[in-house]
């Protein structure tokens, strides 16, 4: 079924490194009419054979800025891509770029005033002139020490020097941001998901959000 004249009921899955962001998306996959678009790590690890990421992580003061453009950019590529069913569910969004991963950028002092600053006026500009559906926000809520002995786990080789405290601060981000809703704007109602759970148990998680998600493609 397809529905091109609508604007797709829109939703942005958010939540720390290693939230299960990218297994929520896959729960959905079962369904139709659904768009998933997950997050473009992979062009993060691979702009003309450059490995954005990997040269963020290891030399944040010189490459988080040039990290955080191209997110921008890829992130505002997925929030305006059209789709042809009822419903769009993104891996994160330009917001949680700005308020989480540059803010702390910016707060820890890895970048100067004046790079954040550019950020800053790109995401204002593109946050006032450019249209973001936004229609509920999928909040995976976790504990940093269950994500950070997940980041371990996976062993992606780039995150293996992130400390505990950088998790921390990136939990305590997304809370304000979400929860304490300390930034002017959370562009959509935000469902809390307890993502805490392994994974035998967090289906029954997941499934509570089916019907804020699901009743939009019926
Ligand atoms: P998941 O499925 O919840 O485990 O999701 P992840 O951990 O694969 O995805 P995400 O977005 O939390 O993180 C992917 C990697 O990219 C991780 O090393 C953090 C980094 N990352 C994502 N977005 C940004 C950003 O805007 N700025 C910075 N500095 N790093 C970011």
């Given at each position: 079924m397809s529905t091109p004249a609508t604007k797709p009921f829109t939703v942005f899955v958010e939540g720390n490194i290693g939230s299960g962001k990218t297994t929520f998306l896959e729960h959905f996959r079962?369904?139709?009419?659904i768009t998933l678009l997950t997050e473009p790590v992979e062009e993060w690890r691979n702009l003309r054979g450059w490995n954005l990421l990997d040269l963020m992580y290891k030399d944040p003061a010189k490459w988080a800025m040039t990290f955080q453009a191209y997110v921008s950019l890829t992130m505002l590529e997925m929030h305006r891509r059209t789709t042809t069913t009822p419903v769009k569910l993104m891996e994160r969004s330009i917001y949680s770029a700005r308020y989480c991963f540059v803010e702390h950028m910016m707060k820890s002092g890895v970048m100067h005033p004046a790079q954040f600053a550019v950020l800053d006026e790109w995401f204002r500009f593109i946050h006032q002139q450019i249209p973001i559906d936004a229609d509920l926000i999928v909040y995976l809520k976790t504990s940093p020490s269950v994500v950070y002995d997940r980041i371990k786990k996976r062993a992606r080789s780039e995150e293996q020097c992130v400390p505990l405290s950088y998790i921390e601060e990136l939990h305590k981000l997304h809370e304000d941001w979400?929860?304490?809703?300390?930034?002017?704007?959370?562009p959509a109602p935000v469902l809390v998901i307890?993502?805490?759970?392994d994974l035998s148990q967090i289906t029954e998680e997941y499934k509570k959000s089916e019907h804020r998600i699901l009743r939009q493609a019926v």
């Open positions: 079962r369904f139709e009419d979400l929860i304490n809703r300390v930034h002017a704007e959370c307890d993502a805490d759970l």
